[in-house]
T-cell receptor, first 114, second 113 residues
Framework: AQKVTQAQTEISVVEKEDVTLDCVYE???????LFWYKQPPSGELVFLIR????DEQNEISGRYSWNFQKSTSSFNFTITASQVVDSAVYFC???????????WGAGTKLIIKP | DSGVTQTPKHLITATGQRVTLRCSPR?????VYWYQQSLDQGLQFLIQ???????AKGNILERFSAQQFPDLHSELNLSSLELGDSALYFC????????????FGPGTRLTVT
């Protein structure tokens, strides 16, 4: 069955540290898509990245980077030189070609202390 | 700004009442999703529409219903409200019915007293 696991419920680091948020997924589909979303304390949900199952290239966007490894069914998210503004809940999600519903992880609350 | 609009932003109502939440998707998006997020909880998927047709149903109570209109805006109707229905209700839209990122509106915070 399809599933997304974000085992880290909460992570707390000091500003400027690097931090990695883990995401492990389960699917039987060969075509699927993975996403990361950010929900800051203000409450809105912000789309960060979409990755399809055929593209295992890592992606970097400023201080954000994503590591997609099909061999371990993981799609991890790293923030380099974290800042207080990175404090938020981060959600990983899975979309399968055979399923309309987006499967969400439980989220990881990231706290960046000054 | 995601381009998805939701009204109202806040709603306070009493138990037993009925409310309607409204959502306008991003221009060009055909799919609309509704989610419920209670305090300190994850996102609970309620229902999805694509080009006016229901596509998927999640944990939506029978007291709740939704529809998507020809102009693609959507409404979520919540009736016989209970205290436990107090939550943040999000609408999201995407260009297709699966496989594409969803863009979220700012949410409607519903408080049932």
């Amino acid at each position: 069955a399809q599933k997304v696991t974000q085992a880290q419920t909460e992570i707390s680091v000091v500003e400027k540290e690097d931090v990695t948020l883990d995401c492990v997924y389960e699917t039987r589909d060969t075509t699927y898509y993975l996403f990361w979303y950010k929900q800051p304390p203000s409450g809105e949900l912000v789309f960060l990245i979409r990755r399809n199952s055929f593209d295992e290239q890592n992606e970097i966007s400023g201080r954000y980077s994503w590591n997609f490894q099909k061999s371990t069914s993981s799609f991890n998210f790293t923030i380099t030189a974290s800042q207080v503004v990175d404090s938020a809940v981060y959600f990983c999600a899975l979309s399968e070609n055979s399923n309309y519903q987006l499967i969400w992880g439980a989220g990881t609350k990231l706290i960046i202390k000054p | 700004d995601s381009g998805v609009t939701q009204t109202p932003k806040h709603l306070i109502t009493a138990t037993g009442q009925r409310v309607t939440l409204r959502c306008s998707p991003r221009s060009g998006d055909l799919s609309v999703y509704w989610y419920q997020q209670s305090l300190d909880q994850g996102l609970q998927f309620l229902i999805q529409y694509y080009n006016g047709e229901e596509r998927a149903k999640g944990n939506i109570l029978e007291r709740f219903s939704a529809q998507q209109f020809p102009d693609l805006h959507s409404e979520l109707n919540l009736s016989s409200l209970e205290l436990g229905d107090s939550a943040l209700y999000f609408c999201a839209s995407s260009v297709m019915d699966r496989g594409y990122e969803q863009y979220f509106g700012p949410g409607t915070r519903l408080t049932v007293t």
